[in-house]
């Protein structure tokens, strides 16, 4: 017998799967371009080589449309339809589950402008005030823009709170896809992968901080260990 599956199942599945893949993937492939410019001696000169590859991809517009923008653009838009139905209820029902789920909403928020914001400055230089040329379209240039601008301190600011909500999000987001999608099943190993994801955020976290202040003084606060 044929199962019918709801235009809202398949929504939201999608709506999980593209957080994971291809957002998740991106994300660790954004973290592992970042941290070239951590390393302590030449981290200038091999952060502005690794963005000289990637912009040497071809066809790299559609590249990041196809795989980055339209999935970035369907997840964002879709969890803000979620946020708008959802209905809090943690003051009645305090769990931690709860809690979890409403920061994953409210992060989501967040990550919508961060997001925007990243993506119009860095990527395309768009924003008025602040570098008009974008890392993209001038790789030799890379490592030096963002070092300007994150000694602007509300620019800082604002790269501090977005990366501690995507790490969360993420994170948090991989165990609701373990979840929901039933690769872990039965509390204990449901609170066990949490444990996991929450030392994987951690983890994430440490290097996310890394990477932006290796953009202030050579080899960020772990001196290029990574």
């Given at each position: 017998m044929a199962v019918r599956l709801s235009r809202t199942f398949v929504l939201r599945k999608l709506h999980q799967l593209s957080g994971i893949v291809p957002l998740g993937a991106f994300l660790l492939e954004h973290l592992y371009t970042n941290s070239k410019a951590a390393h302590p001696e030449r981290g200038q000169e091999h952060f502005n080589e690794a963005v000289a590859d990637l912009q040497a991809i071809p066809y790299i517009l559609f590249v990041e449309i196809t795989f980055i923008f339209i999935p970035l653009l369907y997840h964002a838009l879709y969890g803000l339809y979620i946020t708008k139905?959802?209905?809090?209820?943690?003051?009645?029902?305090?769990?931690?589950?709860?809690?979890?789920?409403?920061?994953?909403?409210?992060?989501?928020?967040?990550?919508?402008?961060?997001?925007?914001?990243?993506?119009?400055?860095?990527?395309?230089?768009?924003?008025?005030?602040?570098?008009?040329?974008?890392?993209?379209?001038?790789?030799?240039?890379?490592?030096?823009?963002?070092?300007?601008?994150?000694?602007?301190?509300?620019?800082?600011?604002?790269?501090?709170?977005?990366?501690?909500?995507?790490?969360?999000?993420?994170?948090?987001?991989?165990?609701?896809?373990?979840?929901?999608?039933?690769?872990?099943?039965?509390?204990?190993?449901?609170?066990?992968?949490?444990y996991a994801c929450i030392g994987f955020g951690v983890l994430l976290l440490a290097l996310w901080f890394n990477v932006m202040t290796a953009f202030i003084w050579k080899g960020g606060l772990l001196g290029g260990i990574f």
């Open positions: 139905e959802m209905r809090p209820n943690n003051l009645a029902y305090p769990y931690a589950r709860n809690w979890f789920y409403t920061i994953q909403r409210v992060t989501g928020i967040i990550l919508f402008f961060f997001i925007l914001f990243h993506v119009l400055n860095f990527r395309f230089g768009l924003l008025p005030g602040l570098n008009e040329t974008s890392v993209a379209h001038r790789p030799d240039l890379a490592y030096q823009i963002v070092r300007d601008e994150f000694t602007i301190p509300w620019v800082l600011a604002v790269y501090v709170v977005g990366i501690v909500s995507t790490v969360w999000h993420f994170a948090n987001g991989i165990w609701l896809f373990l979840v929901d999608w039933g690769v872990v099943i039965g509390a204990r190993a449901q609170r066990l992968t949490g």
